[in-house]
T-cell receptor, first 111, second 113 residues
Framework: DAKTTQPPSMDCAEGRAANLPCNHS???????VYWYRQIHSQGPQYIIH???NNETNEMASLIITEDRKSSTLILPHATLRDTAVYYC????????????FGTGTSLTVIP | DADVTQTPRNRITKTGKRIMLECSQT?????MYWYRQDPGLGLRLIYY???????NKGEISDGYSVSRQAQAKFSLSLESAIPNQTALYFC????????????FGSGTRLTVV
């Protein structure tokens, strides 16, 4: 599975959009982009995933560049409860490959 | 009740002791995983199992063993615990076709003194 690069930390003002970037320049054509988050020391929680089209669900939006070498997770109106570590992972779904988590981005939402 | 339950939640044990961490799930998923998390290192895969008769080593299996007693149960054992196995341990599950990825348990915080 392709490796990803994320900034180690970011801050965001409460109520503003949080934009978390991820670089995955070696991504293969059959690899999906997944985002998880981990609040404090709880188990990681699935947020969203996509292949090449932009995706949106009740939690977030995922924007994938046309060349698929990078993506951005958008939390449209960040709250204090969104303070967490966010992991970007690329993975081939069809083979059921395991998720390999990096160190992620620690997002702090500031009141 | 939680979909993925880990027991115990916290455990302190002595060096050299054998300890078992247990994971059970009500998701009906085929696949189960054990991860370890150390501060600043993210999550690392220890073992995984795609069904009851399948066991596979992950990135850091040395010093650990696992048992898949049933589809719903996957236990992790430390045969002789050592202090550098102090960590937060997570169990996760996924179905065979798993577009939405894993469901994680709440974790077991293990301290080896």
């Amino acid at each position: 599975d392709a490796k990803t690069t994320q900034p180690p930390s970011m801050d965001c003002a409460e109520g503003r959009a949080a934009n978390l970037p991820c670089n995955h320049s070696t991504i293969s054509g059959n690899e999906y982009v997944y985002w998880y988050r981990q609040i404090h020391s709880q188990g990681p929680q699935y947020i969203i995933h996509g292949l090449k089209n932009n995706e949106t669900n009740e939690m977030a939006s995922l924007i994938i560049t046309e060349d698929r070498k990078s993506s951005t997770l958008i939390l449209p109106h960040a709250t204090l409860r969104d303070t967490a570590v966010y992991y970007c992972i690329v993975r081939v779904v069809s083979t059921g490959n395991q998720f390999y988590f990096g160190t992620g981005t620690s997002l702090t939402v500031i009141p | 009740d939680a979909d993925v339950t880990q027991t115990p939640r916290n455990r302190i044990t002595k060096t050299g002791k054998r300890i078992m961490l247990e994971c059970s799930q009500t998701k009906g998923h085929d696949r189960m995983y054990w991860y370890r998390q150390d501060p600043g290192l993210g999550l690392r895969l220890i073992y995984y199992s795609f069904d009851v008769k399948d066991i596979n080593k992950g990135e850091i299996s040395d010093g650990y063993s696992v048992s898949r007693q049933a589809q719903a149960k996957f236990s992790l054992s430390l045969e002789s615990a050592i202090p550098n196995q102090t960590a937060l341990y997570f169990c996760a599950t996924s179905p065979s076709w798993d577009p939405y990825g894993y469901t994680f348990g709440s974790g077991t915080r293990l301290t080896v003194v």
